[in-house]
C-alpha cells in the first residue's frame, strides 16, 4: 500500500474510530490474487467487543463509499482486533498487557520470555520465571533494549494473588 493511500485511509477512518473511543492500530491493504483486502485493527484498554467492531465495520463501509481512497476495484474489507499474540509496539500495548506473558526480543540480541508487571515513560518492569523450581526474579527494560515485544498465549495460568485472596474469603465466610 502506497504511503499516499494509507495516509489518505487513516485520515478518512481515524474520526471514526476515536467518535468511539478507540485506537486505531493498523491499516493494511493486501492482493489476494485479483482481489485487494482493507484490514483494519481497532483497539481500546477495555477490549473490542463483536458489536462495536460489527457497528464501526459499517459506518467504515459507507465512508469508504463516499471517497474515492480505495480506487474503482472492489476491496473486502476486515475490521478485527489485534488478537491473543498481539505484537507490542506502543506504549498503551504494554498497558493493556499488564499481567500478561510476554516475549521479548533484545536489542542486543538474546529473548527473553516474562510477565509485565508495571509500565512507565521509560520501560517495563518484570517479572522472569524461575526456572527449575526456583523463584521468579524481577528485571527492568528500557523500551530502547526491546528490539520487538509480543504478547504470549498462556493454556495453563495461574491464577493471580487477587484470585487467590477472593477464594480464601469465600472459603472463611463458608467455614
Known amino acids: 500500500m502506497s504511503t499516499t493511500q494509507s495516509e489518505r485511509l487513516r485520515e478518512l477512518l481515524e474520526p471514526l474510530v476515536s467518535s468511539k473511543d478507540l485506537d486505531l492500530e493498523e491499516i493494511e491493504v493486501a492482493s489476494v490474487g485479483r482481489k485487494r483486502v482493507l484490514r483494519v485493527v481497532v483497539d481500546s484498554d477495555d477490549g473490542v467487543d463483536l458489536d462495536r467492531i460489527a457497528e464501526l465495520s459499517r459506518e467504515f463501509s459507507a465512508k469508504l ?54 509500565v512507565d515513560d521509560e520501560g517495563v518492569d518484570l517479572e522472569v520465571p524461575g526456572v527449575k523450581g526456583r523463584k521468579p526474579t524481577a528485571r527492568r527494560l528500557a523500551f530502547a533494549e526491546i528490539a520487538k515485544a509480543r504478547v504470549e498465549v498462556e493454556f495453563s495460568r495461574k491464577p493471580a494473588d487477587d484470585d487467590n485472596d477472593e477464594k480464601n474469603v469465600k472459603e472463611e465466610e463458608e467455614a
Do not use: C
Not at 474515492?68 to 489485534?82: F, H, I, N, Q
Not at 499474540?85 to 510476554?102: D, M, T
Open 65 to 118: 463509499d463516499e471517497s474515492d481512497a480505495m480506487g474503482d476495484g472492489e476491496y473486502t474489507l476486515e475490521v478485527g482486533s489485534p488478537g491473543a499474540e498481539r505484537p507490542l509496539k506502543e506504549r498503551r500495548h504494554y498497558v493493556r498487557a499488564i499481567g500478561r506473558l510476554a516475549k521479548f526480543q533484545l536489542t542486543e540480541g538474546g529473548e527473553l520470555t516474562a510477565r509485565i508487571l508495571k
